[in-house]
Each structure stands twice: as structure tokens, then as C-alpha cells.
């Protein structure tokens, strides 16, 4: 691949965003199943299926949003070497700074000067012609790996007390205090990362993810 490619690899393989975001999915996700399961009614049969609805949903998402990951990192490198070789076949000096600018992030291209971008053009047509197709790098695949991990790890906090403890009652109260523990922690850190008041942050996500919770098991989700 040409070193135009801002392919992810040349990040971390999930960057903190991307993190909090995969566990605020699994975790939204397990607490449909909790919040769906009737205390006055529950058995102990009625919990393992919540249980196991609960693991082998994560585990189903976890798995499509991991390969979700590798496409949009196929799809990103797939847009870096379409660009490239656009640059290389422009026969026009602003037509190939144009593709040049519109290929890097909107904040980096409006700061650039044509003479900077006129560079960057005649770098790009000095670099040799890749071989063959795009190919995802271990990164990616690391990435991949990253995300399942998170969507589908992310459910056994929400779902330990059912396990040891033999009254749903409680379990569900215990449960109930460790996702919106899960909630507030994630939207402090989201927060913090966005540049906003964390603790504001957090108090909304709780809020958020209890109507995200609502709606879905509303719509039977």
C-alpha cells in the first residue's frame, strides 16, 4: 500500500471512542434481556434462558460487529488507493491537489496552502504503483478481535449476579446498580474524551440508555 493509506493500522487498534462505543453497545444490548425478565414471575429456569439469550446475543453481535470492523477498514483502504491512483492519472495540477485535499481529513485540507498540497501531488506521483488488491493488515484484524471482545464481554458484569445468587429479586437489583455503575462510567469517559463536562456526560447516559433499553424492549427487541 502506498503511505497515503490512513488505514487504521496506523492508529491504536481501537482508539478510546471507538472503545467506550462497543461497550455501551453490549451493554445496552444485555440490559434488553435483563430488564425484559419479570421478577414476581422468574424461576430459576426463567434465568438461565435470560442468561443464555443474554451471552448468545452478545456473542451474535459481537461477531457482526467485528466483521462489520474488517469492512469498514477494507472499505477505508479501498478509498486511500482510489484516491492515489486518481492523483497519479490527473493530467491537471489543480484537479490532482483537489483529490489530494479532499482525501485528507476536512480540518488538516483547509489549513494547507496550494503550494503544500502542490507537494503532497507530486509526492503521491513519485510513489510507485501498488501491487494487487487492497489486503487487511494484522491490525485489523487485531481490531476486529478488539470489538467482539468488548460487545461480547461487556454483558458478564450485567449478568454475574444472576449467576450467584439464587433470588432473581436481588440479582436484578444488584444488576440494575452495576449498568448504571457501567453507564456513568462509560459517559464520564466519553466526556472527557469529547471535551465535554464528563460527570454531565455521564448522568445523560444513564438516562439515554435507559430509553434506548425502553424502546427496545417496547418493540420486542
Given at each position: ?7 487504521r ?27 425484559a ?27 457482526i ?57 507530486r ?71 469529547t ?5 454531565l ?21
Open positions: 500500500m502506498p503511505k497515503i493509506s490512513s488505514e493500522s496506523s492508529k491504536r487498534v481501537l482508539d478510546p471512542i471507538d472503545r467506550v462505543s462497543e461497550v455501551l453497545f453490549g451493554l445496552i444490548m444485555v440490559l434488553t434481556f435483563t430488564g425478565l419479570s421478577v414476581a414471575e422468574a424461576g430459576r429456569e426463567d434465568v438461565r434462558t435470560m442468561l443464555i439469550g443474554a451471552l448468545g446475543c452478545n456473542l451474535a453481535w459481537g461477531i460487529d467485528g466483521v462489520l470492523y474488517l469492512m469498514g477498514c477494507l472499505a477505508e483502504k479501498g478509498r486511500d488507493l482510489t484516491a492515489f491512483r486518481a492523483v497519479r492519472k490527473a493530467t491537471d495540477l489543480k484537479e490532482a491537489q483537489r483529490i489530494t485535499a479532499d482525501a485528507l481529513p476536512p480540518l488538516i485540507a483547509s489549513i494547507l496552502q496550494p503550494a503544500e498540497l502542490e507537494t503532497m501531488s509526492r503521491l506521483r513519485e510513489l510507485p504503483e501498488p501491487r494487487g488488491h487492497v489486503r487487511l493488515r494484522r491490525e485489523a484484524w487485531l481490531g476486529a478481535a478488539g470489538v467482539f471482545v468488548l460487545v461480547f464481554f461487556s454483558t458478564f458484569p450485567v449478568v454475574i449476579p444472576f449467576i450467584f445468587m439464587r433470588n432473581a429479586g436481588p440479582a436484578l437489583r444488584v444488576s440494575n446498580a452495576i449498568a448504571i455503575v457501567m453507564l456513568f462510567l462509560m459517559g464520564y469517559a466519553f466526556g472527557g474524551m471535551g465535554r463536562h464528563p460527570w456526560v455521564g448522568i445523560s447516559m444513564v438516562i439515554l440508555g435507559s430509553i434506548l433499553v425502553s424502546i427496545t424492549i417496547a418493540l420486542g427487541g
